[in-house]
Structures are given as C-alpha cells and as structure tokens.
C-alpha cells in the first residue's frame, strides 16, 4: 500500500493549514451569522428595519466576515483535498466537489445581505434576512455530503482519530436532513430544536482543532481509487 506522493512534512503543513483555515471559517461563520444577524433580525419588518438602520455598519462588517469565511473555505477544501487525495482520490474530490457548490451558493447569496444598505422600506432588511437564511439552509444539501464522505475518509484511512469521523458523519446526516425538512416541509422545521445543527459545529470544529494542534498520522491506508 503506498501512503501517495506528499512527504510527511507536506503532509502535516497541508493537515495544519486546513486546521487553521477551518477555525477562521468557523469563528467568522459564528460572529457573521449568530452574532451579527441574530442582533439585527427582529421579529417582524418595522423592527429589522429599525434595527438594520441602528446596526447597518455592523451588518456590514457581518457581510465581511462572510466573506472571510467562503475565502477561508477555500483553503480549507482545497487542503482537504490535497490530505486525502492518496488515501482515495474519488472520495477526496467528490468532497471538494460538494464543498464548493455549497461555497458558491453562499456566495452568490451574499449580494443579497446589502440590498438593505442601497433600497428603501423597512420590508427589504426582513425579507432579505429571510432570502438568504433560505439559501444558507439550502447549502446543507452539499455541505452535508461534503461532511459525511470527509467523515468517512477519517474512519476508514486511521490518520486521525475515528470519532472525529464518526461525528463528521453525524454532522453530514443533519446538514442533509435540516435542509431537506426545511425545504419540504418548512412548518415542521420551524419545531426541530436549532440545537440539531450543533452536531455540525462540535464535528467541524473537533476536526479543525485537531488538524491545528496535532495534524495527521498516515499508516500507509489506502482505499479504492
């Protein structure tokens, strides 16, 4: 069994650039969209508007920090890409695949968070909350995959440890079955505990944790091309 091309170095700067890379990704996703939006978003049009007025260059600075995150994604997939490409070269890229169609959804639903700053009436803040709330939910359905088959490389190579693969997996099934429900059935999503998609941040930010702090260890693993 061949552990690839990469030399164990190379191995372990691409394992700790994707670590940081992903915890950039995380901390600008959680100020963005916990902090920033959920200050802005009121309970109804008159109060987002008022509120998008009051906070507008903190919802900039929001809209910013989204970008930060789709950049720091990037690297994180493209890292990613790299580690697992001599373990299985299928799966390592229908990750990356995955990964950025959910990347480039967001991006294209970041004009949308400034159609508040450039038209009047206190409806376009909610309503373009609400837009791109639906389309961030929309990504699931490729952020999801992208979990699961990074969890399932996890598992099946042994370069890191399997319950990082396990709950990446986990994280995976939630992202798809958000999405889905949310899509389908939005009456019966608006029941499901938010805390449901803390499966994704515990999973996402153990691996990116673990990647900064400790890197991999290739045993010489090798799935099927």
Known sequence: MTQGSSSPLEAQAQARTAGFAYLATIAAGLFAEVYVRSLVRGGDFK?????LQELEQLHRVG????????VSYVVVTAMLYRLFKPFSPTASVLAA???LVGIAMLAAAMPILLLPTQMDGASVAYDALRAHSAA?????LFFGPYCAVIGWMVVRSGWLPAWIGWLML????AFVFDAAVALTAPSVARRIPEGIMLISLIAEGSLAVWLAAFGVQRRGRRAAA
């Open 47 to 51: 109060a987002t508007g008022e509120r």
């Open 63 to 70: 809209v910013l920090a989204d970008g930060v995150m789709l």
């Open 97 to 99: 695949l995955f990964s």
């Open 136 to 140: 961030f939910n929309l990504t699931g």
């Open 170 to 173: 986990a994280a995976g099934a």
